[in-house]
C-alpha cells in the first residue's frame, strides 16, 4: 500500500499552533489576519492546514441513539437516583442516631462500661486517649465518599505526571 | 418561566428530588455525547454518563455556585471518563478494536454502499483513529475531544479543565500533531 508512506504535512515550527488555533477558528483580528497571510505566501503551511482539514473531522464517530434508546436512559436514571435517595436517607436515619442529643441515651451504658474499664483496667490503655469511636464511625462514611470524590476530582490534575512518564509522540513540535 | 440551573440546584438540595431529574434531563444528550466521545460504544456512554449524574446527585453539597452547573457537572463528567479510561487502560485497546471492527459507519466513507476496498480502509482507519485517540495522554484527550468534537471554545474549554487558557491550546496542539502523526497515511 503506497499510503503507508505518505509522510505528514510539515509547517513552519512557529506557526504550527496557530494553524491548529485558526482551523478551529479559535483567531480574531490581528491574529487571524497574520496566519492568513502567512498561509498565502506559505505552500507547506497551506499544506498543512488542508491536512487538518482532511484528517479532524475523521476522528468524529457519529452516533445517533433512536428515542427509544433515550425513554430507556431517563427511566433508567430515575431508577438509580431513587436508589441513591433512599441510601442517602438510610445513612441519614443512621447518623440521627448519633446526633449529640442521642448520644447521651445511647451512650449511657457505654459509659458506664468506660468508667468500669477505667477503674478496673488502668494502664490497658497505656498513655493513649480514650478513642472516640462514635465520633470516628459517624465521619467515616461521608469522609469515605468525598475521598473517593476528591480522588476523582483530581484525575485531571495528575495527569502532567502521566503525560511526563510517556507519550511517544510528544514535544515533537 | 423555566428555573434556571442553579434555582434546580438548589431545588434539589433541598430534597426536590424531581428538581434533579430535570436537570437530568436537560443535560442527558450532551453528558452521553460526551461520554460517547470518550467510550466511543453506547452503552459505555450511557453508563458512564449516568454514572456522573449520580455523583453529581450525590455531592450537591460541594456545588458551591462559583461556576455554573453546567461546567461543574461537565468537569465530574470528564473525570468519570477518564477515571474509566485508567481502569480500563490494558483492555480498552484491544475491545475498542474489535468494537469497531464490527461497527463500520457507511456515512463516513461513502453515501453508496462502500466496495471491499472501501470497507477494507474504513476498518483500517476506524482502528488507528481508535488507538491514536486512546493513545494520547488524558489531558490532550480532553483538550482534544471537547475541541473537537464538542466545539467548546478554549476558554470554556480552560474553565473545565481548570487550566490556563494558553496550557489548553499546548494540549491541544501537541494532540493535533501526534494524530496527524497516527492518521497521516488518510489524509
Ligand atoms: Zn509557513
Same mark, same amino acid.
Given at each position: ?28 483580528? $490581528?491574529? +487571524? ?20 482539514? $482532511? ?23 430515575? +431508577? ?21 442529643? =442521642?448520644?447521651? @441515651?445511647?451512650?449511657?451504658?457505654? @459509659? ?18 480514650? #478513642?472516640?469511636?462514635?465520633? %470516628? &464511625? ?22 502532567? /505526571? ?10 515533537? %513540535? | 418561566?423555566? #428555573? ?5 440546584? =438548589? ?8 428538581? /434533579? ?13 460526551? =461520554? ?16 456522573? /449524574? ?8 460541594? &456545588? ?15 473525570? @468519570? ?10 483492555? &480498552? ?15 463516513? @466513507? $461513502?453515501?453508496?454502499? #462502500? ?27 480532553? =483538550? ?41 497515511? /488518510?489524509?
Amino acid at each position: 500500500m503506497a499510503q503507508h508512506d505518505k509522510a505528514v504535512a510539515v509547517a513552519c515550527t512557529q506557526w504550527e499552533e496557530d494553524l491548529v488555533l485558526h482551523y478551529y477558528g479559535e483567531l480574531r483580528g $490581528s491574529e +487571524r489576519t497574520a496566519v492568513e497571510d502567512h498561509v498565502r505566501g506559505c505552500e507547506p503551511c497551506r499544506f498543512y492546514l488542508k491536512e487538518l482539514e $482532511s484528517i479532524l473531522p475523521l476522528t468524529v464517530k457519529p452516533d445517533e441513539p433512536p428515542q427509544a434508546f433515550w425513554d430507556n436512559y431517563s427511566r433508567e436514571m430515575r +431508577r438509580k437516583l431513587t436508589e441513591v435517595k433512599e441510601r442517602k436517607s438510610w445513612w441519614q436515619s443512621l447518623a440521627l442516631f448519633f446526633q449529640p442529643w =442521642a448520644i447521651p @441515651v445511647s451512650a449511657t451504658a457505654a @459509659v458506664a462500661v468506660l468508667a468500669l474499664t477505667l477503674t478496673l483496667g488502668k494502664g490497658f490503655w497505656g498513655s493513649k486517649e480514650i #478513642p472516640q469511636d462514635d465520633q %470516628a &464511625f459517624m465521619e467515616i462514611l461521608p469522609a469515605a465518599e468525598n475521598l473517593e470524590f476528591f480522588k476523582t476530582m483530581e484525575v485531571l490534575d495528575a495527569m502532567d /505526571f502521566l503525560e511526563d512518564m510517556g507519550s511517544p509522540v510528544k514535544g515533537s %513540535a | 418561566m423555566q #428555573p434556571g440551573d442553579e434555582d434546580l440546584v =438548589a431545588l434539589a438540595r433541598n430534597g426536590d428530588h424531581k428538581a /434533579f431529574e430535570e436537570l437530568v434531563e436537560r443535560h442527558k444528550q450532551k453528558a452521553y455525547r460526551i =461520554a460517547f466521545d470518550f467510550a466511543r460504544d453506547r452503552e459505555e456512554a450511557k453508563d458512564l454518563s449516568q454514572e456522573a /449524574f449520580l455523583r453529581a446527585y450525590s455531592h450537591l453539597g460541594n &456545588f458551591d455556585g462559583r461556576s455554573g452547573f453546567y461546567t461543574w457537572f461537565y468537569r465530574i463528567l470528564v473525570n @468519570v471518563c477518564l477515571d474509566y479510561k485508567r481502569r480500563k487502560k490494558r483492555t &480498552f485497546a484491544e475491545e475498542f478494536n474489535e468494537a469497531v471492527e464490527n461497527q463500520v459507519e457507511p456515512s463516513q @466513507v $461513502s453515501q453508496k454502499p #462502500p466496495s471491499p476496498d472501501q470497507q477494507v480502509l474504513a476498518r483500517q482507519l476506524s482502528r488507528k483513529i481508535g488507538a491514536a485517540l486512546e493513545a494520547l495522554p488524558p489531558k490532550q484527550r480532553t =483538550a482534544f475531544i471537547l475541541k473537537n468534537n464538542q466545539g467548546l471554545s478554549i476558554k470554556e474549554i480552560a474553565e473545565m479543565m481548570q487550566t490556563a487558557e494558553g496550557t489548553v491550546k499546548v494540549h491541544l496542539h501537541r494532540a493535533v500533531t501526534a494524530l496527524r502523526q497516527s492518521l497521516a497515511e /488518510f489524509a
